[in-house]
């Protein structure tokens, strides 16, 4: 099985910086591997955030954080990182990991086989 488990969420004042990380466990192929940050704020659906190529280290991004938010990774630690930058009170949100075999990216939640449990980002004015 394949377990995701975010980490690095927290209350932050607006337009500080904080960096979220994922780190991915199990039976996992690289070959066709993406990963994604989803975040979901209060009453809201689940949005995508950004998504990356795993073998390649090509980023895709939502207009909403594109210039203001950064995915990488650590191949040796098989983990996904969200650095995020100028937080806004509109990124609140609980932000969630997820993961799935493809060709092509995707921001759809649905294409998404696996998913971490989710950490709070706050953003205080």
């Known amino acids: 099985q394949v377990r995701l488990v975010e980490s690095g969420g927290e209350v932050v004042q607006a337009g500080n910086s904080l960096r979220l990380s994922c780190t991915a466990s199990?039976?996992?192929?690289?070959?066709?591997?993406?990963m994604a940050w989803f975040r979901q704020g209060p009453g809201k659906e689940r949005e995508f955030v950004s998504t990356?190529?795993?073998?390649?280290?090509?980023?895709w991004y939502a207009d909403s954080v594109k210039g203001r938010v950064a995915i990488g990774r650590d191949n040796a630690e098989n983990t996904v990182f969200l650095q995020m930058n100028s937080l806004q009170l509109e990124d609140t949100a609980v932000y969630y990991c997820?993961?799935?075999?493809?060709?092509?990216?995707?921001?759809?939640?649905?294409?998404?086989?696996?998913w971490g449990q989710g950490t709070q980002v706050t953003v205080s004015s």
């Open positions: 199990g039976r996992i192929f690289d070959g066709r591997k993406f």
């Open positions: 990356l190529k795993w073998n390649s280290g090509e980023s």
């Open positions: 997820a993961m799935r075999y493809g060709t092509a990216p995707s921001s759809r939640a649905r294409d998404y086989n696996y």
